[in-house]
């Protein structure tokens, strides 16, 4: 039965449409290997969770909350993340503490703040890189870097590079959510004296979104050989039905509608990476969707990219930008 449904998971990634559908997961989900999370499996754990006000993060935050979970719900906006933190203070019984801190992911020296603000904590369990959106206007942070690659590449970059010493305190994980969209990006070359993502005269929101997700895969990959003692995964959700989905993309959500997975399945696997035993797991720095390792490359075109001269140029920049303040 086991290898009879990972026939059917393959043909649902091979086909990718099914598989990122709602149909997919309705599907896997049914399996026999589908673990069920314990109500008590993240009792006692601290997990961060970045983007929490809404969607994917929304879903993420009250799933880990319903399983015993401290929260740390990290937002822009300070009366949307305190409202969403009274709500899952009172919707759950556990004594467990959800706090909030108010950082922009985009703004590298919020970032920092938000870090000493997290660090103080005496353990962090899971950093969930959740926030970003797909903006279709080419937009700026204070200091002239373009806000898709600031809030999804450099804050989550400096973010983990922070918070690294309390993570592996206790073997903690860093999970980044990424996209499908991926996949069609080539891994640019930041080296050069103006990398393509950053021209100002030729910007793309969906082609930069696709872009910034290739960069998180990437660096999950080399942030897990870097730190062995973090566990990193990215993932993929799915096509999920999200507040960001509709307003950036309201076509694909008319037209895709009817198939479009809810928010609490597209942050299962996100939920599942963050609670299930570490045995589960394997070797770290892999990308997940529904529960199970996929490729990171699906075309020739990317996975000639993804080179180790392109890989180190892409850390260096992130390196420079994530010390880049206005």
């Known amino acids: ?26 599907v896997r989900s049914r399996s026999d290997d589908w673990e069920t999370l314990a109500a008590n499996s993240l009792v006692g754990r601290v997990v961060v969770v970045t983007g929490a006000t809404s969607g994917l993060g929304l879903a993420t935050a009250r799933r880990a909350r319903a399983l015993g ?6 937002g822009r906006d300070r009366e949307r993340t305190e409202t969403v933190s009274r709500d899952l203070s009172a919707g759950f019984r556990s004594e467990a503490a959800v706090d909030v801190v108010i950082a922009d ?10 870090c000493r603000e997290i660090g103080a904590l005496p353990r962090v369990d899971v950093l969930v890189h959740n926030a970003g959106a797909l903006s279709k206007q080419r937009i700026v942070n204070s200091a002239g870097l373009e806000s898709t690659l600031a809030a999804q590449v450099v804050g989550p970059f400096l973010m ?9 305190r206790d073997r903690g994980r860093v999970i980044t959510v990424s996209s499908g969209g991926m996949y069609a990006a080539p891994l640019p070359d ?9 021209v100002v005269n030729t910007y793309d929101g969906t082609k930069q979104y696709a872009t910034a997700k290739r960069m998180q895969v ?8 870097r730190n062995p003692n973090v566990y990193f995964a990215s993932m993929h959700p799915g096509w999920a039905d999200t507040p960001g989905v509709r307003n ?10 009817p198939f479009l997975r809810d928010a609490d399945q597209g942050a299962d696997t996100i ?10 797991l394997g070797a770290s720095g892999g990308f997940w969707s529904d529960r199970a390792r996929r490729p990171i490359h699906r075309l020739g075109s990317t996975r000639r990219s993804d080179r180790a001269d392109l890989r180190e140029a892409l850390w260096e920049w992130c390196e420079r930008a994530a010390t880049t303040t206005s």
């Open 271 to 280: 939920v599942w990476l963050a609670a299930t035993d570490a045995s589960n």
């Open 248 to 257: 950036a993309l309201p076509g694909f959500a008319r037209w895709t509608g």
């Open 218 to 225: 990437t660096l999950n990959e080399m942030w897990a050989r």
């Open 1 to 26: 039965m086991k290898r009879f449904g990972q026939l059917i998971d393959g043909v649902l990634d091979a086909t990718v449409a099914p598989g990122y559908s709602r149909i997919g997961y309705e």
């Open 190 to 198: 930041m080296s050069t004296t103006t990398p393509e993502p950053l």
């Open 105 to 114: 992911m985009a703004e590298p020296s919020q970032v920092r703040d938000a």
């Open 69 to 74: 979970a401290s929260l740390v719900l990290v």
């Open 160 to 168: 983990t590079k922070v918070l690294c010493d309390v993570l592996q």
